[in-house]
DNA sequence: GTTAGCACTCTGCCTGTGAGAGTGCTAAGC
DNA sequence: GCTTAGCACTCTCACAGGCAGAGTGCTAAC
């Protein structure tokens, strides 16, 4: 979409309908725009300035005789060029700091789950977070012989995120174990945790029985010390906060359904790679289930990885106020990961 | 609630009321009890038994000239009295029992995660399961050391769950981390994880400082190998199925409350002590967000704690079918957990 | 005790009507 | 030429009335 020309006054009427349609979630009339202080204009004016903002799509009439309401188009001319995020208030961003510094010697899992509490109690709206991506890359993998016929699997990944569990391998020696340990690194190394069970499962084949006996535990694991699964889980809180919105009324099933499916969301939030914070409008969304829905995500670099988190809500939502909470949230985020050792 | 007394004739139709309101959702007609085989009756004698059994409050009519519609009294007669749980098909048996089997060597989490999944899925209803609450208790402990300044902590249940996690212990002897194992199996074997912090934190101060940086590690390690916070987690699968039921056309913001507060969730479960199984019928359950839904839950015995699932729907919901499965997969549960060493 | 018949009642659906909101258009004013 | 006041028009929403259909309750006969 090329960037509609706009003049001043059509900027301005386009700005205080939609500010004004977020808060009252209702077609706005011309008369409510004259209205406004900021417009010294009669209801009949504002209502040609509509006329073209209707006819470059960003506004639109449910039906003739009823007040304006933003199109998606409408939306993202606001997003881009119309409002400023809003930088959280002092008491905001201390409570996140806080919050953020409990964090740094927690896992990864953890981290999304409070940052979904976080952010769905700051927006009031759904929140999701997801765990750097299956994306993950494997660094090393060590088997650790303990006690008798058992061993621990540490998984590493290049983000220095790390995962053990114990397996049990009886009938195997320690140099069993330690062949079997190079030749994971060798097949495994540098793969991403996704595809690491099927380059195991290739390679195994042509491994000696106890070698094989080992990898055969390893993958028996349903833990899933190498399942994507497990490389990439999603956390959310806020479903309540959906529900109360107008726009959702009779459409709760559909809600449902992207609360059920974690590689739903995992997928929405994925799809955006420029920039730290991104906003997905309606119709731009990929999934057909959020064109009604927008989206604004953020992420961090944490290790190799990229955690994202992000607020959905109908389109009509507040976009300055979450462009900003989100984006000072990444920056904290990305500053305190990075920085640390 | 006392047994209301029924003749069989009462029994019969009643019966066949819940059955088919169970299938049809709608109110039934006396015509439609009277039209069934099992039947020889005219609809007008099918309605003298109906207005008997509307005295006992087992049924009611939602308005005059309309047909009758269980109440949670005569879900209860029902599933009290006349129901026989069904026993799961053969095929469904076989793949519970290899689920479960594949589950034996997770952590309490996962198998709370499996199950919540397997339940829903195979009753098409909101699945809800809780890990044992933070009851579980600490076997043993092993510290491995691993790589340079790493070691890992194998913490193991009496349930035989286990959990691992590698902790970064620079200058501290392979002697001091057997010294600090020695030590933690002292305090804490036999102690419940929820009390296993308190414990380590008291006995800690009078080690020697290299051991001491090892339990140090321990406690920081956020991800919870000791923390309460894991040692209870719910897990649900399925809002969609509740959002398709037509009796909560119009009430969707409830469910979402409901969807949102693991607290709720995990209080709902709780709450029934008594048998493997439980059923709890609408006004039955305490939160009041669940006045107008049913729930039939089970719960397993895993090492010291209680692990627990249920299915929750409309008040209207197959009992049987339900109740057969989840008396299954407890009875199945606790075998392999407790006939595990 | 059971049943057929019939009047009664309540729902759901459709229709029509009136008020209210908001527009589009036109003609007058700056 | 842009702005505005005035007015007719349109569409929604809410409410009332009417009609068909489903299902009941009651009564009288079997």
Known sequence: MRTAELSDR???VLRLLIESHVRSARPVSSSAIAAARSVALSSATVRNVLRSLAEKELILQPHTSAGRVPTDRGYRYYVDFLMRPTKPSDRVRGLIEERISGLMKTDEDTIATEL???VSRLTK?????????????????DLVPFGDGRAIAVVTLRSGAERSVSLSVSDVEDADLEEAARLLNRWLGGARVAEAEKLLRGGMRRARPPVRRVMDALLDVRSGLLSPQHARSVHYEGARYMFRHPEFEGEAACLGEILDSEEMLADALGAHSAGPVAVCIGEENRLKEMRRMSLVAGSYRIGGGMGRMAVIGPTRMKYPKFVGLVRFLSDRLENVFTAAP
Chains 1, 2 share one sequence.
Do not use: D, H, I, Y
């Open 125 to 141: 709206e759904l929140a999701v977070s997801v765990t750097p991506a299956a994306g993950g890359v494997l660094k090393r993998l």
């Open 116 to 118: 979904s509490r976080m």
């Open 10 to 12: 059509e900027e301005k």
